[in-house]
């Protein structure tokens, strides 16, 4: 079985991006602002002594079903001679991680939260060809988030078959 665990992003106020996904999608955090220091960040950093916190982050679904749906916000802390960042308003074509995308169930309220706790809304918020609405907005540092609000039409269940036990979609 294949899936995916987190999204990791990393972050210079890691304080005020955790704050911002709790308030605007009801994550909860698993553990915040915690320490790591090991052989694996040295060789992924490409230095020595490497420090790191890690504050974590689960959405209500990942939490009653116990995974997924994580968000890893890291923050270096070592005293690096200079750590690149991405331009404050990098396009979203560029090559790498584009965007973060979550299901919503209100994506108007959503909007306005988010442009309270310090995001933009960079797109109108679009019906799309499957009635879906979708928007794209800017966390307060810049990566970008995809709002899909589904329709009713388009939304499928996941169920279980009796006899083979494996899971099958269901469609409404």
Not at 82 to 99: N, S
Not at 110 to 118: N, R
Request: hydrophobic residues 35%; proline residues 4%; contains cysteine.
């Amino acid at each position: 079985m294949i899936s995916i665990r987190h999204m990791g992003i990393y972050v210079k106020d890691i304080l005020r991006l955790e704050a911002f996904y709790k308030t605007v999608f009801d994550m909860v955090t698993i553990c915040s602002n915690a320490p790591d220091q090991n052989n694996l960040l040295d060789e992924l950093l490409g230095v020595t002594c490497a420090e790191i916190v890690t504050t974590k982050l689960i959405t209500p679904y990942g939490r009653q079903n116990g995974q997924g749906d994580m968000l890893e916000l890291v923050k270096i802390t070592s005293k690096l001679n200079e750590i690149p960042q991405l331009p404050l308003d990098y396009p979203i074509f560029m090559t790498g991680m584009g965007h973060l995308a979550f299901e919503i169930d209100d994506i108007y309220r959503t909007v306005e939260v988010i442009k309270s706790k310090q995001g933009v809304q960079k797109t109108k918020i679009h019906k799309m060809c499957n009635n879906n609405l979708c928007c794209f907005c800017r966390d307060p540092e810049g990566n970008w988030i995809e709002l899909i609000q589904r329709h009713e039409d388009n939304k499928v269940e996941l169920g279980i078959n009796a006899l083979t036990g494996e899971e099958t979609i269901k469609q409404p």
